[in-house]
């Protein structure tokens, strides 16, 4: 199978490899990106595949929370260039689509452009939308969570956090509490944990884990020859390193490397007078897992001559 330039480029990017170990992998993996990654992995060369993969769609993601029905949101809407997501027009209908949310709990996208809008429907809105803007626009994804939730928006809409919390309403309507929430919204935008707590970590996603670790100790002539109980303790250390690096609460606390995520939770709590429990969470990167169109302007002008 030939393996193309830009297969590799991508590659590239997505594990900081060389070049020709990009190529390698991905020739004995016969171009499957995935494989790819893991062989890089067993080699010691990548430390992990970066979760954003392919990220090239436009348009933005946005969230938001309602402290008075306690419901919150997480949107992502695509569009076909990056100048959209400064559009005052295409801005206002993601946020009109968050409340559409909020208020009428579709099940899916497809429900979501049934719901009423104004005068019609979401579908009618978002057709009227394209007329205006002139680009493909779509609603991609959402996630909305009843309860008390904390909301944040980075970079202008390039990532979006929704993070929901068990804890009363005494402590929850607290100034202080608010604050909180958003730490660990950042939190998540910046450290980009996968689980909440190692316990939630399935079984086959540390049985891979794993298994790449003694590959690579296999493959490295200082760990090769080592005794399997000496192998089994290493292992052990590296998933505990596992954990801090993807569970949240086991990570360090960004605003101060002292603490861990569970432990500045508990300052909180005991500051305010209660208990809290990050539950769950979801963070949305603007395209991710999406291909960016990428348009060729010399071959364009040459059709436009022809």
Do not use: W
């Amino acid at each position: 199978m030939a393996i193309s330039a830009k297969d590799v480029m991508e590659l590239r990017k997505q594990t900081d490899c060389g070049m020709m170990e990009c190529k390698k992998a991905l020739t004995e993996a016969g171009g499957d990106f995935a494989k790819a990654v893991e062989l890089l992995r067993e080699r010691g060369l990548a430390t992990a595949a970066k979760k954003a993969g392919r990220i090239a769609a436009e348009g933005m993601v946005y969230a938001d929370y309602c402290p008075t029905c306690k419901v919150g949101v997480v949107i992502e809407v695509n569009a076909e260039t990056d100048f959209v997501a400064k559009n005052d027009k295409f801005v206002a209908f993601v946020k009109d689509c968050t409340k559409v949310i909020m208020e009428q709990n579709p099940a899916d996208v497809d429900a979501l452009m049934n719901c009423k809008l104004g005068d019609g429907t979401v579908d009618d809105a978002l057709k009227g939308l394209i007329l205006v803007i002139k680009e493909n626009i779509k609603v991609r994804r959402f996630v909305r969570y009843e309860g008390v939730c904390a909301a944040y928006v980075h970079g202008g809409g390039t990532h979006g956090v929704l993070v929901a919390f068990d804890t009363t309403d005494e402590v929850a309507a607290k100034p202080e509490f608010a604050a909180y929430g958003k730490d660990i919204a950042m939190q998540i935008a910046a450290a980009n944990p996968s689980f909440v707590r190692s316990s939630e970590v399935p079984a086959e996603v540390l049985d891979k884990e794993k298994e790449i670790m003694l590959a690579q100790m296999a493959n490295d002539p200082k760990t090769a020859n080592k005794p399997e109980q000496v192998k089994i303790k290493m292992i052990e250390g590296k998933i505990k390193k596992y954990y801090k690096e993807n569970c949240l609460v086991e990570q360090e606390f960004v605003k101060n490397g002292d603490l861990t995520i569970e432990q500045y939770t508990a300052s909180v709590a005991k500051e305010l007078g209660g208990e809290i429990r990050i539950v769950k969470f979801e963070h949305f990167l603007k395209g991710e897992g999406l291909e960016k169109r990428e348009d060729d302007f010399a071959a364009e002008v040459a059709s436009m001559v022809k």
